[in-house]
T-cell receptor, first 116, second 113 residues
């Protein structure tokens, strides 16, 4: 079974609007971490935002926020005020186990296109 | 300096060639990773080095040979590759302690002919 599910292969958004990219996860470990990465066509994976399983508040980083709903096992990425440079692949990833654990499991990704 | 560098950016090699990919970071990170990424797919973990020791090998074929000469440098030696090994090879590093994200390099696009 997939541990990270991203159900939106592609999303479109108008410039300056907000967009939500969905991510659900599956784990029985009480300690885990959730990450979002952006991958432009150039190939580099860019870290965007992190949410720990014990964090009480949703993570925010500038225009990025993570809508963490633990009971639903979802960790959706919200991008506010979309910019043309936000067009890229977005991957949700999960680290299972304590913070020293080394493995990340990635979802299949969502391709976001921002239209002018 | 929050940069992971990878060389070369592009590599074309024949199936009988021997080549190496290089990854370098000067952030003091003690965990370093190699990923393979095929087009339109997520990255797949290949190897993890923690404190310069190989800690994870995801059942990667022996034609891929990792090496970590020091805490800043990670190599991936390639020998007798197959065309299906053509992919983007990403290197990443992290602090190797509690709750830290992985920083990725720009990748090497490898084509095996």
């Amino acid at each position: 079974a997939q541990k990270i599910t991203q159900t939106q292969p592609g999303m479109f958004v108008q410039e300056k609007e907000a967009v939500t990219l969905d991510c659900t996860y599956d784990t029985s470990d009480p300690s885990y971490g959730l990450f979002w990465y952006k991958q432009p066509s150039s190939g580099e994976m860019i870290f965007l935002i992190y949410q720990g399983s014990y964090d009480q508040q949703n993570a925010t980083e500038g225009r990025y926020s993570l809508n963490f709903q633990k009971a639903r096992k979802s960790a959706n990425l919200v991008i506010s005020a979309s910019q043309l440079g936000d067009s890229a692949m977005y991957f949700c990833a999960m680290r299972e186990g304590p913070g020293g654990s080394e493995k990340l499991v990635f979802g299949k990704g969502t391709k976001l296109t921002v239209n002018p | 300096d929050t940069e992971v560098t990878q060389t070369p950016k592009h590599l074309v090699m024949g199936m009988t060639n021997k080549k190496s990919l290089k990854c370098e970071q000067h952030m003091g990170h003690r965990a370093m990773y190699w990923y393979k990424q095929k087009a339109k797919k997520p990255p797949e973990l290949m190897f993890v080095y923690s404190y310069e020791k190989l800690s994870i090998n995801e059942s990667v074929p022996s034609r891929f040979s990792p090496e970590c000469p020091n805490s800043s440098l990670l190599n991936l030696h390639l020998h007798a590759l197959q065309p299906e090994d053509s992919a983007l090879y990403l290197c990443a590093s992290r602090v190797a302690s509690f709750e830290n994200e992985q920083y990725f390099g720009p990748g090497t696009r490898l084509t095996v002919t």
